[in-house]
């Protein structure tokens, strides 16, 4: 019986396994094609992952240098600082 008392279950182990499975799926595809590239890229070891109706966002990391960003080395932030 399904009303609005009706408790709250958790998902299925195995809904849960299928969707590790395609964040898995996803992350190892972003490191193949991205980290690989002339950019310097890097992908976290458990990185976030949003899932969409016909793909995913999965975070990185993209370098920027001082000069790409048109800082000097006194414009610049140094993470110690942030």
Known sequence: ?????????PAAP???DKVNAAKAA????ARQRYTKST???EIDDAPVVGIAE???WVAAWLWVSQEDAGLCEEE???S???
């Open 1 to 9: 019986m399904n009303n609005d008392l009706s408790p709250i279950r």
């Open 14 to 16: 195995e809904s849960s």
């Open 26 to 29: 996803y992350i190892a595809v």
């Open 39 to 41: 950019y310097d890229i």
């Open 54 to 56: 016909d793909g995913a």
């Open 76 to 78: 610049a932030v140094l």
């Open 80 to 82: 110690s600082e942030a």
